[in-house]
T-cell receptor, first 114, second 109 residues
Framework: SAVISQKPSRDICQRGTSLTIQCQVDSQVTMMFWYRQQPGQSLTLIATANQGSEATYESGFVIDKFPISRPNLTFSTLTVSNMSPEDSSIYLC???????????FGQGTRLTVV | DAKTTQPPSMDCAEGRAANLPCNHSTISGNEYVYWYRQIHSQGPQYIIHGLKNNETNEMASLIITEDRKSSTLILPHATLRDTAVYYCIVPNQGGKLIFGQGTELSVKP
């Protein structure tokens, strides 16, 4: 199993500012992912955080808006840039979950943009 | 897009079995079926997964049809704490989990 810590757990931010969310795993993992969950909705995959290379973004998400770092096999950050109220969501980090292994999720960062 | 379809909601009486169906008609031979659930305000939690055989663990049982085009998650004795959104997922290449809308299970006293 893997234990994931996300920081901050919640934040209220002013529009136009940026917030960086941290994801720390207690063991080395190959795959790390970032998701967004808008109010009342399911989870939407933002990107795959690749160690040592640029993140791979899903359709509708771009690096300028959601820059991601993955400096090693246990840590990643997601930045939500130039925020607007539409960015108010829960952002979740997850690890692995391929083939015959399950994925683990952090508890999420609840972001409110005012 | 999600490769699975589920009913949007279900109710279950406390203490009874909850049977949650999932269709995954385009699943390929080496793809697993995973079930996760999300209790309000928490991150998704892994429940169970399987390839072709039925599986059981301390949380649930997973019944997969012989043609693998559908499956059923069974919570044998549902409790109020099982109220959650349940997601049936077939991971994409590279381990990506694409979430559909899931089934919102309400366990009632």
């Amino acid at each position: 199993s893997a234990v994931i810590s996300q920081k901050p757990s919640r934040d209220i931010c002013q529009r136009g500012t940026s917030l960086t969310i941290q994801c720390q795993v207690d063991s080395q993992v190959t795959m790390m992912f970032w998701y967004r969950q808008q109010p009342g909705q399911s989870l939407t995959l933002i990107a795959t955080a690749n160690q040592g290379s640029e993140a791979t973004y899903e359709s509708g998400f771009v690096i300028d808006k959601f820059p991601i770092s993955r400096p090693n096999l246990t840590f990643s950050t997601l930045t939500v840039s130039n925020m607007s109220p539409e960015d108010s969501s829960i952002y979740l980090c997850s690890v692995d979950g391929w083939g015959n292994t399950e994925a683990f999720f952090g508890q999420g960062t609840r972001l409110t943009v005012v | 897009d999600a490769k699975t379809t589920q009913p949007p909601s279900m109710d279950c009486a406390e203490g009874r079995a909850a049977n949650l169906p999932c269709n995954h008609s385009t699943i390929s031979g080496n793809e697993y079926v995973y079930w996760y659930r999300q209790i309000h305000s928490q991150g998704p939690q892994y429940i169970i997964h399987g390839l072709k055989n039925n599986e059981t663990n301390e949380m649930a049982s997973l019944i997969i049809t012989e043609d693998r085009k559908s499956s059923t998650l069974i919570l044998p004795h549902a409790t109020l704490r099982d109220t959650a959104v349940y997601y049936c997922i077939v991971p994409n290449q590279g381990g990506k989990l694409i979430f559909g809308q899931g089934t919102e299970l309400s366990v009632k006293p």
